[in-house]
């Protein structure tokens, strides 16, 4: 069965510095990647994909994301944190089909002043 | 641009009580997958229906049920409430395989509390 393995529960990162949110896949196939954010009480916001081609994806809010096959990873890069990106961020992954998101444990980001 | 629409968005219910979450996807989305998101947890996939039939079955607990209507909105029932089905309900919605995007659409997600 396909999971996510996110090994850091919590990362605090300063403001202005550069970010870097750890995700491992386990699957037999290129599986779609996604990561997506959460603010707490709210919904699940998409930052990226990855389906094929480019193994770097840009997504929204200045993040990217490059997916390395080799390593069954796709870790999520900022290059300057903003007090705004303090949040819970969940990795999640899918195969074709009609097959559920499957989504890591998440990890949530504190921006310090 | 239309998103996925649940209701209500909140609800306070007691113990043993039931609750019914209604899901509207986007037009044309003929796939729908519901996750139950507990306190400080991921969201943990409940079921999916993908043409009015089950796809798949992840871990829904007996006393809940779901459907897919005709117009392709889906309901959750849940019964016999527990305090611990207090959770953020997503719902999600897709073009099944045929979209050949990947990508689900989540809705804001409808938030239980069972007193």
């Known amino acids: 069965a396909q999971s996510v393995t996110q090994p850091d529960i919590h990362i605090t990162v300063s403001e202005g510095a550069s970010l870097e949110l750890r995700c491992n896949y386990s699957?037999?196939?290129?599986?779609?990647l996604f990561w997506y954010v959460q603010s707490p009480g709210q919904g699940l916001q998409l930052l990226l994909k990855?389906?094929?081609?480019?193994?770097l994806v840009q997504g929204i809010k200045g993040f990217e994301a490059e997916f390395k096959r080799s390593q069954s990873s796709f870790n999520l890069r900022k290059p300057s944190v903003h007090w705004s990106d303090a949040a819970e961020y969940f990795c999640a992954v899918r195969n074709t089909g009609f097959q559920k998101l499957v989504f890591g444990t998440g990890t949530r980001l504190l921006v310090s002043p | 641009a239309a998103g996925v629409i649940q209701s209500p968005r909140h609800l306070i219910k007691e113990k043993r009580e039931t609750a019914t979450l209604k899901c509207y996807p986007i037009?044309?989305?003929?796939?729908v997958y519901w996750y139950q998101q507990g306190p400080g947890q991921d969201p943990q996939f409940l079921i999916s229906f993908y043409e009015k039939m089950q796809s798949d079955k992840g871990s829904i607990p007996d006393r809940f049920s779901a459907q897919q209507f005709s117009d392709y909105h889906s309901e959750l029932n849940m019964s016999s409430l527990e305090l611990g089905d207090s959770a953020l309900y997503f719902c999600?919605?897709?073009?099944?395989?045929?979209?050949?995007?990947?990508?689900?659409?989540f809705g804001e997600g409808s938030r239980l509390t069972v007193l």
């Open positions: 999600a919605s897709s073009l099944g395989d045929r979209g050949q995007t990947g990508e689900l659409f």
């Open positions: 037009p044309r989305h003929d796939t």
């Open positions: 990855y389906f094929s081609g480019d193994t």
């Open positions: 699957y037999g196939a290129t599986p779609y």
